[in-house]
């Protein structure tokens, strides 16, 4: 059966390496070719200055030695004086893998630095000039290294090696928000000739995907100013790129996540320099297996990550575990957009300084593990399952009060936890783990087909042995006419004759039944990778028809809200019939009261002359009183007076008499 089980599997690969019908397979020809990550040992001929390595970095110019001569002293001073960075060897692994893969890549022409040294110039000049008495520059521009950072776009690798504590300690402080979109081309080797004039020919065409872009569009980065005007020229820009790379990478075409990739990238640089940068991070950063059809990328890296945080973080784990928190329910989206779906961009930026230098599973898996060492007690009191999920979807960054440093630090700390020989380790235990589920399959099957072979030669044997009978039958009648010693040899003779002959008729129809089998099972799988086309096709006809259906239901909603808003506006102009008529009704009244004021008016007008006339004649009554009453007084004094007289006169008169 192990001769069985052998042509099984050479059939298998032979099927597995004969080209596609269509442009996508349903596995790679080996499963650790797709899994196993690329060597990270620091010592190869990559870093130790290779043909190809040499044309790609970039060697500095004989122009600028004299000057780079005049820098590297301090340069290499500040690196003696920094303590030893445990990230490095993350940096010059991600060296050699770039290295590496665009040594396999025949079309990766590469831009000398010059460009990039251009636009890093460019902006040192603008910066400079902008310093003026009226615009002091700012402390980030005081602070930028400029010579620092033009050796980095120089020569990112020969950098590296030369000053690798310096060049950790600086992209682990962040770059400067005005080089940062040249510096991670640097890093990344993204100016390749070909990837230039690959984007102007796929911009311009049609693709499959463009239905399900645009539809993602305005759920990518609504906080974002650039993203957020629909149809404005940031979501362009971001449809333009993620079509062309459907185009470009047809295995992968286009899925929901690759959007928050691109976003930050267009952030810093221009259109065709994100997509040269993106196409980068999804080849030469190990991010393209995340997003082919099986994820087997994104499936090995969960695997690490839940490893790693059992190890590191046992009694949380254990935690998440016992509430049935698992980790693809929150970590996926961690890995399928570099953390940007549910955290803000400063951190997110920070983060991708970080990946551009060190790699994007090992940054990924240091930032999740650090946020989540850090908020470990406060999940722990955590009791609810949708609380616990909600926690660690949405509020793992809340306990930094918005400082992406501390994350790059706390981050940073795990470097000598989480070291490039554990996650290689990981990677192989993985792969060594789905062989050995492989070899279980294929000894299920050896199983299945011995017990139907066995089923075959017992019903040989049933054969066999009624026909040894009738044999010895016709042996005995016969042995009247011969001896018995001759007739012995003759009939085992005869008897080993007829086992041969009865023995192979029934392996060669077994040999055929296997070769039918063989046959059946090599269509079986043509029609499987056809079958999971048609599968892709309906998915994307599903997705299409869901969302013309969405559009109709959105164009019936609009409808019902157009019907409805018009009977409003019917009932409102009825209303405003009635309210008008009413209003020129109390126009006509206000006007009659108007006319009614103006008669009481002048009512009292006349009313208030009488009163003043009255008053005047009131006011003369009294002063013609007041004389009365002056004169009548006037005229007693003059009685009393008079009387007082006439009794002197009266009693003169009596006393002369």
Request: proline letters at 3%.
């Amino acid at each position: 059966m192990s001769k069985l089980v052998e042509a099984l599997t050479q059939k298998e690969n032979e099927y597995k390496r004969q080209p596609p019908v269509h442009l996508r397979t349903s596995k790679s020809s080996s499963i650790r070719h797709n899994l196993l990550l690329s060597p990270t040992r620091t010592t190869s001929n990559s870093l130790r200055g290779s043909k190809s390595s040499r044309r790609r970095t970039n060697s500095l110019t004989a122009a600028n030695t004299k000057k780079d001569l005049k820098l590297l002293p301090r340069l290499e001073e500040e690196n003696a004086s920094l303590p030893p960075q445990e990230s490095i060897e993350f940096i010059l692994a991600q060296i050699e893998r770039q290295n590496a893969q665009l040594d396999e890549d025949p079309k990766s022409v590469c831009i000398q630095s010059n460009q990039l040294k251009a636009h890093l110039s460019t902006i040192q000049n603008l910066a400079e000039t902008s310093e003026t008495p009226q615009s002091p520059v700012g402390k980030e521009d005081e602070n930028i290294d400029w010579e620092f950072w033009s050796a980095l776009t120089d020569d990112f690798g020969g950098v590296a090696l030369k000053l690798p504590h310096l060049v950790s300690a600086k992209l682990r402080a962040g770059i400067p928000p005005k080089v940062r979109g040249v510096i991670w081309q640097a890093m990344s080797q993204s100016a390749s000739l070909n990837l230039e004039t690959v984007y102007g020919q796929l911009a311009v065409e049609h693709s499959p995907y463009e239905r399900v872009i645009q539809r993602d569009l305005a759920r990518t980065f609504p906080g974002i100013e650039m993203f957020k005007q629909e149809g404005g020229y940031g979501q362009k820009s971001l449809e333009r790129i993620l079509k062309a790379y459907s185009l470009y990478d047809s295995l992968v075409g286009y899925c929901q996540g690759l959007a928050f990739l691109v976003g930050p990238l267009l952030l810093n640089m221009t259109e065709q320099q994100a997509f040269c940068v993106f196409v980068r991070i999804m080849e030469t950063y190990e991010m393209r297996t995340l997003f082919t059809l099986n994820m087997e990328g994104l499936q090995l890296r969960l695997y690490q990550f839940a490893s790693l945080l059992s190890q590191i973080l046992p009694n949380l784990s254990d935690f998440l575990a016992t509430y049935e928190v698992n980790v693809p329910m929150y970590a996926s989206q961690w890995f399928l957009t570099i953390f940007a779906y549910a955290f803000p961009m400063d951190l997110i930026l920070r983060i991708y300084d970080i990946v551009f230098a060190e790699g994007a599973a090992e940054t990924i898996m240091r930032v999740s593990l650090a946020m989540l060492k850090r908020n470990e007690k406060k999940i722990m009191r955590l009791s609810e399952f949708e609380d616990i999920l909600d926690f660690l979807s949405n509020k793992l960054y809340d306990i930094y009060n918005n400082d992406p440093a501390k994350v790059i630090a706390d981050s940073m700390e795990l470097s000598g936890l989480i070291t490039k020989e554990k996650m290689d380790h990981l990677a192989e235990t993985y792969v060594s783990e789905l062989e050995q589920e492989k070899k279980q399959t294929e000894q299920v099957l050896a199983v299945r087909f011995n017990f139907w072979s066995r089923n075959n030669n017992t019903k040989s044997n049933n054969t066999s042995s009624s026909s040894n009978r009738s044999e010895t039958r016709k042996k005995k009648t016969m042995s009247w006419y011969s001896s018995s010693s001759s007739s012995s040899n003759k009939n085992n003779a005869n008897g080993r004759h007829s086992t041969s002959s009865l023995r192979e008729p029934g392996i060669a129809q077994l040999h055929h039944q296997i070769e039918d089998l063989l046959v059946a099972l090599s269509q079986m799988q043509k029609q499987t990778v056809e079958l999971k086309d048609d599968l892709m096709q309906t998915r994307l006809e599903k997705m299409d028809v869901e969302a013309e259906r969405e559009s109709l239901r959105m164009t019936m909603e609009s409808n019902y809200h157009v019907i409805q808003y018009q009977k409003e506006c019917a009932s409102l102009r009825e209303d405003n019939m009635r309210l008008k008529q009413e209003n020129d009704d109390l126009i006509q009244q206000q006007a009659m009261s108007k006319d009614a004021i103006h008669a009481l008016v002048e009512k009292m007008i006349d009313m208030k002359n009488k009163v003043d006339g009255l008053e005047q004649d009131n006011m003369t009554l009294r002063h013609e009183c007041q004389r009365l009453d002056t004169d009548k007084k006037q005229l007693e004094r003059t009685m009393r007076q008079s009387n007082s007289n006439m009794g002197t006169y009266l009693l003169s008169q009596s006393i002369n008499k």
